[in-house]
């Protein structure tokens, strides 16, 4: 296992880590406009000083490499938008905040779409089956921006049982949780049913069955644990792609994460951000590539053998 | 084979939902931040974005501007409703007869807030740091009327005792300038001008370092009104009332908390459910339904700005003169501002605002379709035939597109001339602008300072902001002679054949003047609508009814 491990970082995950970062580097740099442009433009004796503070005068080889070198460094640069902070500083302050609203989201997509999965697929092509699943479906279709206002709306403006936004309140976390979990419960609830209803038709049940387990087990037990492979696959990309924080969830309810700074990085030209960003959203989808395949070793005897 | 009771898990599943959904209303405080601000004397606002930084040296927008003039103060104050200079850190002050040489008394109360005296020396190191070149101060400019601050900012004189600022006594400070400039006095307050506290930069490190971590709050020293408590990035701002202020026995707010919220539906709902006192802006689908159903809580006050398109004077067929007019007379700007923009502007015939310290434009742009068409057919396209196609561009935005659109229709039916509408994404546009790579484009332009200046200065032959190619020789001596003469006629007299001159060439287009339109809750007093929407916050205060 241990090697397996080691092979990845070195053979996989630090070349493309790499490639990542030289592509980013110079894509950014391509983009129209720089990070000084602004509707009263700057004299050019001011930009020429500005670029000279950020090493933006020299040639651009001479930049890529000493990026690469502070890289190595761990040192992520100055924010060019923020001049008082580094990317490091401001990745590390809003990264805990996106990380906490994305493990209550993924708390809530578990519980509600293995649930309506496994009602779903103990009783397939039923009344349990269909409405679950509409909702699942429906899930998926209704976009953050349209289900976030939708739930202020009804929970903080007409019930006020919440603020309508801030992250000050333990209770300012859950329907910020609900918006951004919703599409993933609904995957969920999705893959969960496939998985269940493919494994609930194999042999080893039928045999669980004649020994006379009782029902729960059997489902829990013996079916679950099959059942929930794609699930796990599926949650590999999915959890870095929730605690890396969402421009529209943290937009619409004002939370100070991660989320927000992808997307305003690109567009303020915020090189050294962009790049802080973009490489750490890397790192966190392989990692959780690399759990899940840990994890998945460990549920399914079949990959164990292969090793 | 169903021997279970699938009943029971439908259940269960309802129970955890309603568990994880009920959890916790309970832990919501009970009391809205407004009342409770009413009560404690804490204004919340919604400010927009996150500010860049809190350094008056080099920060560049309003979001900054709105709490930088909280924990700072400069040479004079404005009062909130005329905005008309008054004093600040100086007691008083006097003016040569020929208007270049000003003498500062700053009072011996003033104090920062670790209860260090604030010096005219205090005001030379400020001023030499925003214009020492390596800290790329992008507002460095609006220094240039003092006496070589120009040539010591671009590098050709390094001795800064040439530059025209001198501290005659600890609390004497003489600054003078290039030429008389009346607007002087309503410079000062920019937070350009505004000090920063010597030793604390020093601190912190070098005079000319940028992006240190001076501004932090447990650094920051100022001497406004208010100090700087809590900065969370991209969550809240909180200042509170500064005890060493030289006037806090008037300040009557205990805090005020700047929240940076970006999406202006998110900050509607904020206000709604009793979060922000002021916001900073009002989605266009509310503005009519809070002027219909709640009038008292929206605020339209005009703003010192105006929206116009540029046109590219190089490019034909627009670089006709004749075109050009004729595609200005031909917008229905009264239309526009009722039926699409909607937020109170004023239909904009002329480039400076109306009545800015004085000066109202004389000359118009009418609307005027008949001799819009009779123009177009002088210049040898009638009724629009053999008219090349043109573009108009746009930064991408919903509001930019809908005016585009409307005006695209405008010119289609009443000059019969096809425009293509071209948007991109903000830096891209700013990109194409600058290298005027495109025929018509959309911009904006907003006062630094209540004069006809701000505004004329800009068109220029190669001014920074030009941007249409547009280069008149009669214009630029008018705005040249301008900055020399003192006495008010005439100056005024000055501006208008410049913008006589502007208008009747056409190389932009005026569509509106810009209205800030804003929520605010009926507890705020002492806050005044005004030219710049500035609201100096030590006379703003909560009633608790």
């Known amino acids: ?307 | 084979m169903k021997t279970y009771n699938h009943d029971k898990h439908i259940k269960f599943s309802f129970l955890l939902l309603s568990v994880l959904t009920l959890m916790t209303p309970g832990c919501r405080p009970k009391i809205d931040p407004v009342e409770h601000g009413n009560h404690k004397q804490i204004l919340h606002i919604g400010n927009g974005t996150e500010p860049q930084d809190l350094d008056p040296h080099i920060v560049t927008g309003v979001p900054e501007h709105n709490i930088i003039s909280a924990l700072l103060e400069g040479l004079v104050a404005e009062d909130p409703k005329t905005l008309q200079p008054i004093p600040g850190v100086a007691e008083d002050w006097e003016v040569s007869p020929d208007g270049t040489v000003y003498t500062f008394d700053l009072r011996k109360n003033a104090q920062w807030s670790n209860g260090d005296p604030v010096t005219a020396h205090d005001f030379v190191f400020s001023y030499k740091r925003i214009l020492a070149p390596a800290l790329g101060s992008e507002y460095a400019y609006m220094l240039y009327v003092i006496k070589n601050a120009k040539d010591f900012h671009k590098g050709t004189i390094t001795d800064f005792l040439q530059v025209g600022i001198k501290a005659m006594a600890h609390d004497i400070l003489e600054i003078t300038l290039e030429n008389a400039t009346p607007y002087f006095l309503s410079l000062l307050n920019h937070y350009s001008w505004f000090p920063v506290h010597p030793p604390t930069i020093l601190k912190h490190g070098r005079i000319d370092e940028r992006g240190t971590k001076w501004t932090r709050s447990e650094n920051f020293v100022g001497n406004g009104p208010f100090v700087l408590d809590t900065w969370k990035i991209n969550d809240m701002i909180i200042v509170k009332k500064n005890e060493t202020y030289w006037d806090a026995d008037n300040v009557r707010l205990n805090a005020i908390h700047f929240h940076p919220i970006e999406d202006e539906r998110t900050e509607e709902r904020a206000f709604r459910s009793g979060q922000l006192h002021i916001t900073g802006s009002v989605p266009l689908s509310k503005i009519e339904v809070y002027k219909e159903k709640k009038p008292d809580l929206i605020k339209i006050s005009t703003f010192l700005g105006t929206y116009f398109y540029r046109i590219n004077v190089h490019r034909p067929p627009l670089n006709d003169v004749k075109v050009r007019r004729a595609l200005a007379m031909a917008i229905d700007r009264e239309g526009i501002v009722k039926n699409v923009t909607k937020g109170g502007q004023q239909p904009a015939y002329a480039f400076t605002p109306p009545d800015t310290a004085g000066y109202t434009t004389r000359t118009r742009i009418p609307s005027d379709i008949h001799q819009a068409k009779k123009l177009l057919a002088e210049a040898g396209y009638p009724n629009g035939m053999g008219f090349p196609k043109i573009e108009l561009l746009y930064n991408t935005s919903e509001g930019h597109r809908t005016l585009a659109q409307a005006i695209q229709q405008m010119w289609k039916k009443d000059l019969n001339i096809n425009v293509k509408l071209l948007n991109q994404e903000w830096k891209v546009y700013l990109d194409t602008v600058k290298q005027q790579n495109y025929n018509i484009a959309r911009a904006g332009w907003i006062g630094d300072y209540v004069d006809p200046n701000t505004f004329l200065d800009m068109f220029v032959t190669d001014g920074g902001n030009n941007d249409t190619g547009w280069s008149n020789p009669e214009y630029d001596q008018r705005i040249r002679e301008v900055a020399k003469i003192s006495n008010f006629p005439q100056r005024m007299e000055h501006f208008q054949q410049a913008e006589t001159i502007l208008l009747d060439q056409t190389p932009i287009i005026p569509i509106y003047f810009y209205t800030r339109v804003y929520l605010i809750q009926p507890n705020v007093k002492g806050w005044y609508e005004n030219l710049l929407d500035h609201h100096p916050y030590k006379y703003v205060y909560l009633s608790k009814k």
Not at chain 1, 155 to 176: A, E, H
């Open chain 1, 1 to 307: 296992m241990t090697t397996f491990i080691l092979k990845r970082i070195f053979f996989e995950t630090l070349p493309t880590l790499l490639i990542i970062a030289t592509l980013t580097f110079f894509m950014v740099r391509l983009a129209p406009g720089g990070p000084f442009s602004q509707e009263k433009s700057v004299t050019p004796e001011i930009l020429e000083n500005l670029k000279a503070h950020y090493g933006l005068n020299a040639p651009l080889h001479k930049q890529y490499f000493d990026y690469m070198k502070n890289l190595l460094r761990g040192d992520l640069g100055p924010s060019f938008k923020y001049p008082n902070r580094t990317v490091n500083e401001l990745i590390a302050n809003a990264f805990p905040v996106s990380f906490e609203l994305g493990l209550y989201a993924l708390l809530f997509a578990l519980l509600v779409g293995n649930a309506a999965g496994l009602i779903a697929a103990l009783c397939p092509n039923t009344k349990s089956d269909y409405i679950p699943m509409s909702l699942a479906m429906l899930g998926i279709c209704i976009p953050s921006f349209v289900l976030g206002p939708l739930l202020v709306l009804i929970f903080s403006l007409w019930l006020g049982w919440f603020s309508v936004s801030g992250w000050d309140f333990p209770s300012d976390r859950i329907l910020p949780a609900i918006t951004l979990g919703a599409t993933y419960a609904a995957y969920i609830a999705r893959l969960t049913r496939s998985g269940m209803l493919e494994i609930l038709n194999q042999d080893f049940i039928r045999t669980a069955r004649a020994k006379g387990l009782p029902e729960y087990k059997i489902i829990l037990k013996h079916g679950f644990k099959g059942g929930v492979i794609p699930v796990v696959s599926f949650l590999g990309p999915a959890v870095a792609g929730l605690i890396s924080g969402s421009f529209v969830v943290e937009t619409i309810f004002q939370i100070p994460g991660l989320g927000r700074f992808f997307v305003n990085a690109a567009f303020n030209r915020d090189y050294t951000m962009v790049l802080g960003t973009v490489l750490f959203f890397a790192i966190l989808i392989i990692l959780f590539n690399l759990v899940v395949d840990i994890i998945l070793v460990w549920l399914n005897p079949k990959l164990r053998f292969r090793e």
